[in-house]
Structures are given as structure tokens and as C-alpha cells.
């Protein structure tokens, strides 16, 4: 049997407090690793610093300095990456004399440099002034010893010439000494203000406190042994944003896939490996516990006048249910940094307020009226077009990125993309003809929503927005006005009658679009007829001079709404009376005794 050696021995003896001496008592390294990789998510990101240890094997307590300001405690976790064992890691705080930060440290001393140079021009302004009161009793004796020389016929002419000369010439002195004193006072002090705007633009506060990690380790190899220590810091972020670039009017598209990267964790990302994330990190890796439901007849709920909606109740509760979900990570994440982990069985009070949540909705569920649709499993204050979506985008470059707060732009990827264009022209909206285009994500990752920047031939044409495209899926993206087309709308007729208890209203409109160009141009022309959920309201199409679109995507949806749509062709430099027009015609039959009017706060 291999024996242990002397010293671990008594510490077994000695019991806990000989443990703890041992572990004590082994030697401390210090060090601060370096960041290696980053994965930003919204909000947060996960760090990843290599540590290496010291040569030799053996027990030995690393210390990693430096950790930042917005580090999440209980996120702290150390792994071998080669050549050590970890027994254990912990956090720590110590006060220190000043802020930990390198470059917070720079621009203090660069403050106090300023500072220093500006107690020293006051300290000058000061010596001025009391020249100034010398010069002005010295003015008074020569004065009163002129007079009394004058008096007795005893006044020396040069020797009094020499004295105002030396008074004039010290006074002009100091009135130069002044304005330079100004001037640099005034320098000084603006160069004062930028330093401390540039200071509270690294960081809001100060931070003079040092925060540690500390590890346990058995070091295994000689030389070259190495550990992986990981956390997430809070205050850092990132959105997508796109340039669609197209040769002309026509073929496949560039799209330019960015990413806005801003950070204010309290440390540096230096020549890191970033990966960008849509993801949430789960700070809680036990599932909060179901708990029984049951239910019991109560007495009718109230008027039908007051009865409540499914879709607005369960949305507030949905929303609620986020906050808790949030509220219980954090709890976890507060209860592991501080027990060590020891005895943690999970969310405690959160757990009981996501099971009342959920007894609450099924409650709902059960009992309500005025139902009309149930919000899907993610709230309504998620970003639209992203629920359920979730993605992770590794940037191919090493990139570093300081804590400040200005935004970082990063080229994810560019991708060329077949498009289909075709102008679109909605008279009833405005009288400017756009391009746009019908692109496919024909790549190999998901485009989420952001907004975009288009160009045509290199020139810039405008802004827009996409919202989040599957892969294979298709998009639209504007190109901005063709200025040779415009479009208008125009009400030919209304014409009234009552049949019966009811009025029938017909209205004919005019759509026309006007080509100045030399060429034909195919264009998609929109308009829309009223729709309505009340059944006292009949709304039909009655005629159209031009058939509608029958494009199958066009039926499927925007038809059953009300959109009215034309794919018609615009003949070379026709305007005015030879324009192109498409005229339809919609009756409106309800009421004779009452009116239309629009949807409170809707379409």
C-alpha cells in the first residue's frame, strides 16, 4: 500500500480544521490567464479564460485575478484542459486601494496627472497676485518718496526714470504670465472633463474591488498542465443587422450578415474566439417540480357584459410566467455561490409561484369565456418572429472588443442568394413605385430579424427590415423608389339605393401608373377592400377590368384579408391620359339605419 505523506496524514488525524490548515497550507499562484473564447447571448456571455498553472506537480492553490465587474457569482466553473485535476473552485472580494481595471488604472493616472498640472497653474496664478499687491505698495512708496524729494529739490530724475520703467515692465509680465495661466487653466480643465467622460464611458462606477477566483488543484503534469475557467458576466449584448448589395435591378443579391456587438462586463475581449448566440444560458439545471392541481365548483362568474377574454388573461400570465422563470435562475444561480452548492435542491419559492402561474392558466383554461385564440408557449413580449428560435453563429476571425459602450460591427457571414424582382406600387399609401426583391435563404444558417441597408450598382438606395428566415425560406427586401413610375388612385363613383331594410353602397376606383421610362416595366399593383367580423356587413367584389393575381402564395393569405392584387404591365412613356389604369368595383350591402365606421384601434 502506497503510504501518504506525513503532512496529509495529521491533517486526516486533525480533522476537519487539519484539512483545513493542509489546504492552507499549500502554495498560492497567482495569475490572471487570458481570454480565449467568448459566446455572447442577449444580455450576457459566457467567458472562457485558459489558466495555466505553474511547473512541477503537486497541490496548489491558483488564484485568477482580475475577474470582471458584472461577473454572475455562482456561473464560476473550472475544468482541466490538460495536466491538472480540479478539486474545487470559489469566488472571493477583497477591498483594494484602487480600481482593478488596466485601463480604468490609465485613466487615472492620466486624471491625476491633469489634476496635478492644473494645482500648479492655480499655485502660479497665486504667486501672480502677490507680485501684483508687491508691485502695487512699491508704486505707493515711489510715489511718496518723489513727492518728498520733489519738495526738498533733492529728486533724482533717473533713478526715479529706472524704477517706473522696472514697475511697468513687471506689471506687463504679469499680465502675459495671466493669459498664459488662462489659457492653459482652460486647456487643463477640458482635458479634465474628457478624461473623466472617457472614464465613466469604460465604467459607471468605480470598482475598487478585487474579485478572485480560487482553485483547488492537483497539477499532474511537469510542465505545460492547463485549466479552462468559465463564467458569465451580465452587460453585454448583441443584434443583427444586413447590407443586401445588388449588381442592378435584377439576378442574385450579396446579402452582408453583421452583428452589433456591445459590452460593458469591466474587462477586455482581446484576440478572443467569438461565438454569437440567440440562446439563453440556464443558469438552473433542475427542472422546477410539477405539483398536483385541483379544481372545485363555484358559484357563476359575472355578467356577460363583464366576462373575461381568454387571449388578454392568459397573455398577462404568460408574461408573469417569463419574470418568474427569470426570478427562479437567479435564485438558483444565488443560492449555488453562496451554500457552494452544498444541499441545494433547487428554486424553492419560485418553484410555488411557477406552479401558481400554471394553476392559474389551466384555471382559465377551464372556466373562461370569451375565448378567441390561445397565445403560443412564448409571451407576447418575446421579439416577434423569433419564438422558438434559436441560433448560434461562430465568427470565423479572432476579434477583440473593449468594455465600453460603443457598438462593434462584425461580419458574420455574406452570402449570395437568388432573388426575383418586381415593382411594387400601393396607390392607396403613396404615389412612389418601389423595387423590391423575393430572396431565398439559400444559405446554411437563420437570418434573424434586424434591420437592413440596400444598394443597387454600389449606390445606397435606403433602409428597411427583415424579419427571422428560415433556411430555404423566402423574404422581401426593398431597393427603393423607381422614379420613373408613379402611381395613383382615384374614386370614380359612389353610387346608393335601398332595397328593402337595407343600403347597398357601390363604389368604383381607379387605379392608374404612370411610366416616363423608355421601357416596359412589369409591376404589382395593390389596393385593398374593407373586411369586417360582423355579420350585419356584406362586402363583395363586384367586378375588375384587370383579373387578379393568381399567384398561389397571394390566394392562400393576403386575398382572404381584403388585399386586391394585380400583376399588369406599364407600356414605355405613357402618363397622363394613354396611363396604364386598372378600375374595379365593391358593394357594401348593411343597415339602411346604421353606418360604417372603423375597428377601435385596428384595421
Not at 498542465?225 to 443584434?239: D, E, Q
Request: charged share 25%.
Amino acid at each position: 500500500m502506497k503510504l501518504l505523506p506525513v503532512a496529509l496524514c495529521a491533517a486526516l488525524f486533525a480533522g476537519p480544521v487539519g484539512l483545513h490548515a493542509a489546504a492552507q497550507a499549500a502554495p498560492a499562484h497567482e495569475t490572471r490567464g487570458h481570454i480565449d473564447e467568448v459566446t455572447v447571448y442577449r444580455g450576457q456571455a459566457l467567458i472562457t479564460r485558459l489558466v495555466e498553472a505553474p511547473d512541477g506537480p503537486g497541490l496548489i492553490e491558483i488564484i485568477v485575478t482580475d475577474l470582471p465587474v458584472h461577473i454572475v457569482p455562482g456561473s464560476l466553473f473550472a475544468e482541466s484542459a490538460g495536466g491538472v485535476e480540479v478539486r474545487s473552485v470559489r469566488f472571493r472580494e477583497r477591498p483594494v486601494l484602487q480600481d482593478v481595471r488596466e485601463e480604468v488604472r490609465r485613466l487615472d493616472g492620466a486624471i491625476r496627472d491633469v489634476e496635478d498640472a492644473l494645482a500648479r497653474v492655480r499655485h502660479e496664478s497665486q504667486g501672480l497676485g502677490e507680485r501684483k499687491v508687491y508691485l502695487g505698495k512699491l508704486e505707493e512708496f515711489t510715489a511718496r518718496t518723489a513727492t518728498n524729494e520733489l519738495s526738498q529739490g533733492v529728486l533724482d530724475p533717473e533713478a526715479l526714470k529706472d524704477l517706473t520703467a522696472f514697475i511697468f515692465e513687471q506689471r506687463q509680465s504679469i499680465a502675459d504670465e495671466e493669459i498664459r495661466l488662462q489659457i492653459e487653466s482652460r486647456d487643463l480643465e477640458e482635458q479634465l472633463a474628457l478624461l473623466r467622460r472617457e472614464r465613466e464611458q469604460v465604467t459607471g462606477s468605480s470598482s475598487q474591488t478585487a474579485r478572485e477566483a480560487v482553485i483547488s488543484a492537483n497539477v499532474l503534469a511537469e510542465r505545460g498542465a492547463m485549466l479552462r475557467l468559465r463564467y458569465i458576466v451580465s452587460n453585454a449584448t448583441w443584434s443583427p443587422s444586413y447590407a443586401v448589395r445588388a449588381a442592378g435591378i435584377g439576378g442574385s443579391v450579396e446579402v452582408d450578415y453583421h452583428a452589433s456587438v456591445q459590452q460593458l462586463s469591466g474587462e477586455p475581449w482581446n484576440d478572443v474566439r467569438m461565438t454569437l448566440s440567440t440562446a439563453t444560458p440556464a443558469l438552473a439545471a433542475t427542472a422546477p417540480v410539477l405539483m398536483p392541481l385541483s379544481v372545485v365548483l363555484a358559484q357563476a362568474g359575472p355578467a356577460d357584459g363583464d366576462e373575461l377574454r381568454f387571449d388578454d388573461a392568459a397573455a398577462e400570465i404568460y408574461s408573469r410566467r417569463e419574470k418568474a422563470e427569470r426570478d427562479r435562475n437567479l435564485q438558483v444561480a444565488q443560492s449555488a455561490g453562496s451554500a457552494g452548492g452544498a444541499g441545494f435542491g433547487g428554486g424553492g419559492d419560485q418553484d410555488k409561484s411557477l406552479n401558481e402561474l400554471a394553476r392559474d392558466l389551466q384555471v382559465l383554461e377551464l372556466a373562461a369565456s370569451g375565448w378567441l385564440k390561445q397565445p403560443g408557449a412564448n409571451s407576447a413580449s418575446r421579439s416577434e418572429g423569433e419564438e422558438g428560435v434559436s441560433v448560434t453563429y461562430e465568427i470565423a476571425q479572432r476579434t477583440s472588443i473593449p468594455s465600453r459602450s460603443d457598438l462593434h460591427l462584425i461580419q458574420i457571414a455574406s452570402l449570395s442568394m437568388p432573388a426575383a424582382f418586381h415593382k411594387i406600387a400601393t396607390p392607396v399609401l403613396t404615389s412612389a413605385v418601389f423595387d423590391e426583391a423575393v430572396i431565398v435563404n439559400r444559405g446554411d444558417m437563420v437570418l434573424l430579424e434586424g434591420p437592413v441597408a440596400s444598394y443597387v450598382g454600389g449606390r445606397f438606395v435606403g433602409h428597411g427590415g427583415i424579419p427571422t428566415v428560415a433556411i430555404g425560406e423566402a423574404f422581401h427586401v426593398g431597393f427603393g423608389i423607381d422614379s420613373s413610375l408613379r402611381a395613383a388612385r382615384e374614386l370614380l363613383s359612389r353610387e346608393e339605393n335601398i332595397q328593402g331594410g337595407n343600403r347597398i353602397v357601390d363604389l368604383t376606383y381607379r387605379l392608374s401608373v404612370s411610366n416616363f421610362g423608355a421601357e416596359a416595366m412589369p409591376l404589382r399593383l395593390i389596393d385593398r377592400m374593407p373586411g369586417t367580423t360582423d355579420s350585419g356587413i356584406k362586402v363583395s367584389l363586384v367586378s375588375t377590368s384587370v383579373p387578379l393575381s393568381e399567384d398561389a402564395e397571394y390566394l392562400k393569405d393576403d386575398r382572404k384579408t381584403g388585399i386586391l392584387r394585380w400583376e399588369i404591365s406599364v407600356p414605355a412613356e405613357t402618363n397622363g391620359a394613354d396611363d396604364t389604369a386598372v378600375e374595379y368595383t365593391i358593394r357594401l350591402e348593411y343597415d339602411k339605419q346604421m353606418s360604417i365606421t372603423e375597428v377601435p384601434g385596428g384595421m
